[in-house]
């Protein structure tokens, strides 16, 4: 799409509350004081395609949830699609008379949201032990700014939010052309990953210890696993659900994450590897995961072996392979490598003054 001229609209489709869904016009335009960078995703690490001028009119489709970016207008984690494969951080975006409601990305276009039931109740809760609060009739479109974990519904335990204060069951929310992906109710900015090896190392040291503090978990192991679970925090598990360490979903989140949300995965026998899918645990940031990581290892009783060797990283990174952590017949191996590449076991509080 080539860049607009500052004459043209500046034209939004968007949802707004129970009713059909209208289009708004608004005007804006880009307020970066020097030029605005157009890039490939929603993250500084994405290449720039192009540039905008200050003051250029554009037009917005639908917005994504990406990296937070401090701004010339606000402080924003939305970026705004303005063609196929083109983003612009919503920070330096001047809207009049103020921000819109715009809709979430699909694959193509923008992701309507209609009641897919005869009537659906508005809870002022994710789940059956908040009061009602009004009713939505079969077909109203609805503006979906989050979702939530809560009570099973037909197996679907995710509830979406329509307003502040306001939850509808996700299982009675039909999309079109299908659901986009949503940040979680309270969930932080999608994150880039650090700039070199070192950079995540550094990043890693305070929540790994802050765990050892907490579970005796070694801090050279967490952060070895942090490491090779994430792909040094490349992962797009790590990147938009601050999942460093695969931690799977068994049911429910469990009473750290904010709920589970289906990756594509690969399961491996022996030599032979399969795509599949999987539900992994989203946290509200990265120190939950940690906390979580902690926890899970420190309190499962198939874990109870390694929790006797939290004074020998070597044995316990070892323990929690032989105990089910991972599949992959050299993941101990791997994790040993790591420590003794990097020197991890400096960051281990035993080995500090």
Known sequence: MPVLSASL?????????????????????????????????AGTDKPILTTLPDDAAITVE????????????????????????RYVADAFI???????????????????????????????????????????????????????????????SVWARVGDGRFVS?????????????????????????????AFIASAVGPAQESQRATKV????????????SGWGRSTLTRDDHNYFGMKCF??????????????????????CFPTNALFRAYRDDADSYVDHGKQLATLSRYA??????????????????????TGSTYADKLIDLMKQHNLYRYDLAQMG
């Open 94 to 156: 001047a809207w009049a008379p103020s921000r819109p409601s715009v809709p979430w990305c699909a694959e193509s276009g923008a992701a309507n949201a209609t009641v897919d039931a005869s009537a659906l109740n508005v809870r002022s809760g994710p789940g059956f032990g908040h009061g009602v609060l009004s009713q939505l009739p079969s077909g109203a479109a609805v503006e979906v700014t989050c979702q939530a974990w809560g009570s099973d519904v037909e197996g679907n």
């Open 9 to 41: 609209a500046f034209i939004l489709i968007l949802l707004y509350g129970a009713a059909p869904a209208l289009a708004f016009p608004a005007s804006g335009s880009v307020d970066s004081q020097t030029v605005l960078n157009v890039r490939s995703g």
């Open 218 to 229: 070694p801090a050279s192991v967490t952060i070895a696993q942090a490491i090779l679970e």
């Open 305 to 326: 072996e390694a929790m006797r060797h939290t004074a020998e990283p070597d044995r316990f990174a070892r323990e929690i392979h032989l105990a089910g952590y991972a």
């Open 170 to 198: 996700d299982r009675y929310v039909a999309w079109a052309p299908r659901k986009p992906w949503l940040p979680w109710c309270g969930q932080e900015a999608v994150v880039v990953a650090p700039a070199d090896t070192a």
């Open 62 to 85: 639908c917005q994504v949830w990406g990296q937070g970016i401090v701004g010339t207008q606000r402080s924003s984690p939305y970026w705004d699609r303005i063609g196929n494969g």
């Open 251 to 272: 049911g429910d989140p469990g009473p750290v994450a904010l709920g589970c949300r289906d990756y594509a995965t690969h399961e491996c026998s022996g030599q032979d």
